[in-house]
C-alpha cells in the first residue's frame, strides 16, 4: 500500500519545514514564549507572504486547493518544530469552514485579510454547545443576542474575528464574530503549551443573520472534525521530532561505558514510541484523505485519528522524556517543549475516554456485517 505523500503534497510538505526551522528555532521559540505572549507574529506573516495559509484553502477562494492533506502535511512540520502559531485553529477550525459555508460577502470580508496575513481569525470550537458554558442564542430583530464564556480559545488575543458555535432553540448556528464587538471582553490564559490563547466573555453580543454561516449546525460539525484531524497532524509531527531527539540523546549519552540506547529497556521503549507515532500520522493522513474524497467515513476516522493523537501521543511524550532522565525535566533543554505540547493536543478537543465514547455511540448506528437491508 502507499502511504507516501504525492509530489505536490511533498512540495508543500518541504516549503513548510524551510519556513518552520528557518524561523522556529530553539531560542526564538523560547523567546516567542517570554517575551510575545507565545504567538509568532513574524512567522505568522512568513506563512502568508510564502503562501502557506492557504494551502488548504480551493483555488476560487484564493488558496491552492491541495485540501485537508495539505493542511496536514504542514501542520506535521509544525509539529516538528514546536511553532508557535495557532494555525490549526485557524485554518481548520474558521477559515475552512468560512469557504465551505460562507456567503459571497463573508468570505470577502474575511478570507483575503486573512491570506495576506493582515488579519487573524481563529475558531472557538473547543467550547461545548451544550452545558453550563454553552453560547447562547436569542432572537433581536434581524439577528441574534449571544452570551456566555469561550475557555482558551487559540490565537484570541490576536484575532479580529472568531468563529462561534451558538445554541438557538432551533439548533446550533454558527457565528463570525469581530471582537471590537460591543459586549466581547477577551483575557489572556496561561496553556500547558505555553502557546497564545484568552478566554471570551460575550455579554448579549448582538451578530447580524448577515454574521451567520449558511449550513445550521454543519459548519460546527465541520469544524470539528477538521479541529481534530488538524491537532493529530501536528501530534504527529511533534512525537517523530521528539524521537528524532531522544535516538540521538540516547545515542550519545554514556553511561556505565555504553550507550544508552544500548541497553535493551531503551531501544524497545523507542521502538514502541516510534510505532504509536506512525499509527497517528497514517490515521491522521487516512482521515484527511477520506475528508478530500467527500467519504461518509471522514467523521468516524478524525475520530480514530484524535483518538491514537490523544492515546498514543500522551504514551510517545512520556517516554521521550523519560528516556532523557533527568534532561528531560531541564526547561533549557528542548524535549520538555515537545512534552508540553504533546499534553496540550492530547486534552484539546476531547480526551482519549471521550473520543472513544464518541466513536462508540457513532457505531452504535452502524448495521452489523450481515444484517439486511
Known amino acids: 500500500m502507499q502511504f507516501e505523500l504525492d509530489e505536490d503534497l511533498r512540495e508543500a510538505a518541504q516549503l513548510a519545514e524551510e519556513v518552520f526551522t528557518q524561523m522556529a528555532t530553539t531560542t526564538r521559540v523560547r523567546d516567542v514564549e517570554r517575551e510575545e505572549g507565545g504567538h509568532d507574529d513574524a512567522l505568522w506573516k512568513a506563512l502568508a507572504e510564502t503562501g502557506i495559509l492557504g494551502l488548504a484553502l480551493p483555488e476560487e477562494h484564493g488558496g491552492s486547493g491541495l485540501g485537508v492533506l495539505g493542511l496536514v502535511a504542514v501542520l506535521e512540520q509544525q ?8 494555525f490549526a485553529a485557524a485554518v481548520a477550525m474558521a477559515a ?25 481569525i481563529t475558531g472557538a470550537i473547543d467550547a461545548a454547545v451544550d452545558g453550563d458554558n454553552a453560547v447562547r442564542g436569542e432572537r433581536d430583530g434581524s439577528g441574534w443576542r449571544i452570551s456566555g464564556t469561550l475557555l482558551a480559545v487559540p490565537g484570541a488575543g490576536n484575532a479580529a474575528a472568531l468563529l462561534v458555535p451558538v445554541k438557538t432553540d432551533d439548533g446550533v448556528i454558527a457565528v463570525i464574530l469581530p471582537v471590537d464587538r460591543e459586549g466581547v471582553s477577551r483575557e489572556s490564559v496561561s496553556l500547558t503549551s505555553h502557546g497564545a490563547a484568552a478566554s ?4 448579549a453580543v448582538h451578530v447580524g443573520d448577515d454574521e451567520v454561516l449558511t449550513g445550521g449546525s454543519m459548519p460546527v460539525q465541520q469544524a470539528r472534525m477538521l479541529g481534530r484531524i488538524a491537532l493529530a497532524a501536528v501530534q504527529a509531527g511533534i512525537c517523530e521530532e521528539a524521537i528524532a531527539i531522544t535516538a540521538a540523546y540516547t545515542s550519545e549519552r554514556i553511561q556505565f561505558d555504553r550507550p544508552l540506547s544500548a541497553n535493551q529497556a531503551v531501544s524497545a521503549r523507542a521502538a514502541d514510541a516510534h510505532l504509536d507515532a506512525e499509527r497517528i500520522k497514517l490515521t491522521t493522513r487516512r482521515a484527511a484523505w477520506l475528508v478530500d474524497r467527500g467519504d461518509d467515513g471522514a467523521e468516524s476516522a478524525s475520530l480514530v485519528a484524535s483518538w491514537w493523537a490523544a492515546h498514543g501521543g500522551l504514551r510517545v511524550v512520556l517516554a521521550t522524556q523519560h528516556l532523557h532522565g533527568g534532561m528531560g525535566a531541564d526547561i533549557d533543554y528542548q524535549i520538555h517543549r515537545y512534552f508540553l505540547w504533546g499534553r496540550q493536543n492530547a486534552y484539546s478537543l476531547g480526551s482519549a475516554p471521550a473520543l472513544m465514547s464518541e466513536l462508540g455511540s457513532m457505531l452504535e448506528t452502524v448495521p452489523m456485517i450481515g444484517t439486511p437491508a
Open 79 to 86: 509539529g516538528r518544530r514546536v511553532a508557535p502559531v495557532p
Open 200 to 203: 471570551v466573555v460575550l455579554d
Open 96 to 120: 475552512l469552514p468560512i469557504s465551505c459555508w460562507g456567503t459571497d460577502a463573508q468570505r470577502d470580508r474575511w478570507l483575503p485579510g486573512f491570506l495576506d496575513g493582515s488579519l487573524l
